[in-house]
């Protein structure tokens, strides 16, 4: 049997889009209380009856969480244009190292604009 695992997690963070056009609302300073799902895909182990613990995706995203809660996202390595597209991106380079069958990355900006990310760069 395969399964799909998803873990959400969220954080508060400040940003600029600084390569909008000049008067674009994006380009001034504002924050948004961003969402994120993880998800990985693979084989339910038969035994214990899942993938894999979540506690695993939980501790990859500690220090990321750290990273970006509160924080300015255009000073982070890799966000200097901080879209939820770029976001998603510098997720799937951050975590695939450390979450086999990473499958999908999910960053919700606002209660209804989110994007989703499987990887394919
Ligand atoms: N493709 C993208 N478009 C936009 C992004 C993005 O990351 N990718 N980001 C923004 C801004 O961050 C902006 O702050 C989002 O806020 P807003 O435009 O107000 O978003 P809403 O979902 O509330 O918009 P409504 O259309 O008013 O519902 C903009 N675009
Ligand atoms: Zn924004």
Do not use: Q
Request: proline share 6%; glycine share 8%.
């Amino acid at each position: 049997m395969r399964a799909r695992l998803t873990k959400l997690f969220r954080f508060e963070a400040a940003h600029t889009l600084p390569s909008l056009p000049e008067g674009h609302k994006c380009r001034r300073m504002h924050g948004h209380s961003f969402k994120v799902e993880i998800s990985i895909e693979g084989e339910v182990d038969e035994t214990i009856g899942w993938v894999y613990d979540h506690k695993h995706i939980s501790k990859a995203m500690k220090p990321l969480m750290e990273l970006l809660d509160h924080g300015y996202l255009n000073d982070i390595e890799g966000l200097e244009s901080p879209t939820i597209e770029r976001l998603a991106g510098w997720f799937w380079k951050k975590l695939e190292p450390d979450l086999p069958g990473l499958a999908e990355i999910v960053i919700y900006e606002t209660p209804t604009a989110r994007c989703s990310f499987k990887g394919e760069f």
